[in-house]
């Protein structure tokens, strides 16, 4: 019933009886869930690697729902797991064993948009997708997106400090989230919902949640700083022949595109043959080693293509790229993004896949790459690198036909100590969750840990929030 990623032994907590479901269900009527059809798709995860055996599906619509729920579940001592859109990676948005599932799925109301300064105000459950669909037709955009956009949640997308392609050129949620409301393990309601850009009114305690992962409290509300919808958007999909190269453009790019440059992604071969073979998606230029994703953002078309002009130009003179194909329509736009953002759905198909998100000085991240094919030496299927090369961060993927704990055994902690010995993250944006939360030593002191310890102690006494997650099992 447990986890596969080595969870540890149930903790006492209670379990669910008639008189709590009763309770549930005169809270929520119509919204506590037992049919096991479908608490199923909550207990298991988006790559179907983790499953729990929760009976208890709970769908509040409001804060104060959310508020009874927690003071209840804290004074039964009933463990709880906070679900968004369930597209996290790490295993860290489901159950473990029977904690209660609670969904933000029907919190999904757009509060309020200020369409002078930006910053709009909604409550947890709001679809990433309908967030943008709703701000581009206020000539807004979202500062985030990423592959998941369909499905993921705002309070999702908080709660692991989700990156995705415009960090680059945003910033991570760090910055533009201006405020939160959050309720506590005991059922108190937080309501930091701050629309200031400027607040140093003592602790910024907004931070501590953004990233926490469900594990100090249940975010309910969130606002959030929205940039102006750029008037002209282009992307280049170019090829290279060396990981060198695609770096040279990189810098290249930053210095002659400069303010419009909005993403810079890459993908080596391995992932184009995925997108080939499960996806059926064409290579829209000729077969190369490497392939960059770029992104311009900006306000005026034609001092936008003039500038990605000159830079091609420069990049194929100096012969960084070989082949490229520019788009500036809609529809080609994002033909060429789903080179790049369907990369995750495509290793789905490939079999078992172990998935390693790192964070390294830039120059470094590919060499984790060959490195791991030649410690594998063939044992794996596929080991394929792609990811966000503007911010250092690499999604290592290895894929076998079936789950293989010799080839896992092989992989880790192979990948964790070369990451540490180049001061990386092992970690850089999917969090930690259940499956990679012991391995947290290998980026942070253990005085560090030992202060999360503290913090998570104070916030949850009884730890009813997201048990087995984030934080190791041992504190040393
Ligand atoms: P869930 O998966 O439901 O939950 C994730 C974690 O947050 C869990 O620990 C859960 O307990 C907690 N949580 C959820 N909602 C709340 C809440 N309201 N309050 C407190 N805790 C909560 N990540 C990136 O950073 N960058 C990417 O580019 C990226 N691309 C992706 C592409 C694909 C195809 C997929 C499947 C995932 C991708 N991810 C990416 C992973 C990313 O973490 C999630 O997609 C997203 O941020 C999680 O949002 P969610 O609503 O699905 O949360």
Redo the contacts with the bound molecule.
């Keep these: 019933k447990s986890s596969p990623d080595a969870a540890p032994q149930r903790l006492p907590f209670s379990t669910v009886t008639s008189e709590d479901l009763d309770f549930f269900r005169k809270l929520l009527p119509g919204r506590a869930i037992t049919d096991q059809d479908v608490v199923e798709s909550s207990n298991v995860d ?1 790559l179907k690697s983790v499953r729990g055996s929760s009976e208890v599906l709970l769908r509040p619509q409001t804060t104060d729902e959310v508020s009874q729920i927690l003071r209840y579940c804290n004074g039964r001592n009933l463990a709880v ?9 790490v295993g ?2 489901v159950p473990v064993y029977d904690e209660i599932i609670l969904s ?1 799925s029907l919190m999904n109301n757009i509060m309020n948009f200020d369409n002078i300064s930006g910053i709009l105000t909604c409550q ?2 709001c679809v990433l997708e309908n967030l943008s669909l709703y701000l581009e037709d206020r000539d807004y955009i979202m500062p985030l997106d ?3 956009k369909g ?3 705002i ?3 908080v ?2 400090n ?4 415009r960090l680059l050129r945003y910033g991570s949620l760090h910055g533009t989230v201006l405020g939160l409301e959050v309720v506590l393990a005991d059922g108190r309601v937080l309501d930091c919902l701050a629309t200031l850009r400027k607040d140093n009114t003592g602790y910024d305690l907004k931070q501590l949640f953004i990233g ?3 594990t100090l ?4 509300a969130v606002s959030i700083l929205c940039p102006r919808k750029p008037k002209s958007v282009n992307v280049v999909f170019l090829g290279c022949e060396t990981f060198e190269q695609l770096l040279k453009t990189f810098q290249l790019c930053r210095g002659m595109l400069g303010e419009i440059l909005s993403a810079y992604e890459f993908l080596d071969s391995e992932c184009m043959k995925l997108l080939n073979t499960h996806l059926k998606l064409p290579n829209p230029i000729s077969e190369c080693p490497f392939y960059i994703v770029i992104e311009t953002s900006g306000s005026d078309s034609s001092h936008d293509s003039q500038k990605l002009h000159n830079f091609l130009e420069e990049a194929m003179t100096a012969t960084l790229v070989t082949d490229g194909t520019v788009a500036t329509e809609d529809s080609k736009i994002k033909a060429l993004w789903s080179m790049r953002e369907r990369i ?2 495509a290793l789905t198909h490939d079999g078992f896949v172990y998935k390693y998100d790192i964070s390294l000085p830039v120059e470094r991240i590919y060499q984790l790459v060959t490195d791991m094919r030649e410690h594998l030496r063939g044992r794996a299927k596929r080991v394929v690198g792609y990811g966000h090369v503007g911010d250092g961060n690499l999604h290592l993927n290895i894929t076998s036909p079936a789950k293989d704990p010799a080839l896992l055994a092989a992989i880790e902690p192979f990948v964790y100590e070369w990451t540490s010995r180049f001061q990386g993250s092992i970690s850089a ?3 930690l ?1 259940l499956k990679k939360r012991n391995y947290i030593y290998y980026s942070k002191p253990s005085q560090a840990v030992a202060l999360m310890g503290g913090l998570k102690a104070m916030l949850d006494p009884n730890g009813i929030l ?1 048990p087995y ?1 984030t934080l190791p099992d041992k504190l040393k």
Excluded: F, R, Y
């Excluded at 797991?81 to 990676?89: K, M, R, V």
């Excluded at 409290?217 to 309910?220: A, D, F, R, W």
């Design positions: 988006w797991n906070p679900q968004g859109g369930n597209t996290g990676l860290g948005s933000t947890a459950g990423l592959g998941a499905s993921c949640q309070g999702g997308n709660a692991t989700a990156g995705g392609l926490s992962e469900g409290g249940v975010i309910t995750t759905e944006e999917h969090g969750g997201n997650k």
